[in-house]
């Protein structure tokens, strides 16, 4: 891996990404970006998951809040999503098909509860045509090590 700057991207809903921030910061030479729905999920349940259907069901691209980063500052990008119903959450899906990204590097981080990976990487490489996807570090919930984010960059040819 160069000691070139990342830039680490994450959509994290209920906290675990989030959660593994401090750690990622520590082990990694990253700056961090938030992708966030600029109107927020509703807290009472029937209406979240109203809005979950209709979203990833219809494969929707909701508006996400602004994003004020120089993508040209950086070669290398990592992508962290949970999975959401075997995909990923239509933020990601909103942001992954603006066209930010071109000529990069791009490092899948998936975290789950009980599906794994289910495809999301490859997903995100048909969206992202004209990058380099590279393999995908999979891990469940916020059950991250910074021994495993070392040894998966060890093994990362790219
Ligand atoms: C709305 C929602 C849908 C989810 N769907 C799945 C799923 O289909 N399969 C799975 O393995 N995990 C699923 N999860 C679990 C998350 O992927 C997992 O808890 C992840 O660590 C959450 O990351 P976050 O806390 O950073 O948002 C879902 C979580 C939420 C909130």
Redesign the pocket.
């Known amino acids: 891996m160069s000691n070139k700057k990342q830039l680490f991207i994450y959509y994290?809903?209920?906290?675990?990404?989030?959660s593994l921030i401090p750690m990622l910061c520590e082990e990694l030479n990253i700056d961090t970006l938030r992708i966030e729905p600029t109107l927020a999920y509703p807290r009472k349940e029937e209406l979240f998951w109203e809005r979950?259907n209709d979203e990833i069901n219809n494969k929707l691209t909701p508006p996400i809040k602004e994003i004020n980063i120089n993508f040209d500052d950086y070669d290398s990008i990592i992508i962290a999503t949970?999975?959401?119903?075997?995909t990923f959450p239509p933020s990601i899906r909103t942001f992954l098909t603006s066209g930010y990204l071109k000529n990069k590097t791009i490092i899948p981080f998936v975290?789950?509860?009980?599906?794994g990976e289910a495809g999301i990487a490859e997903e995100m490489t048909m969206l992202l045509e004209g990058n380099n996807v590279t393999s995908a570090l999979v891990f469940q919930?916020?059950q991250l090590t910074k021994e495993q984010v070392n040894e998966f960059f060890n093994q990362l040819e790219y």
């Open positions: 994290s809903y209920t906290g675990n990404i989030n979950y949970p999975n959401w119903s075997n975290t789950h509860d009980r599906n919930e916020n």
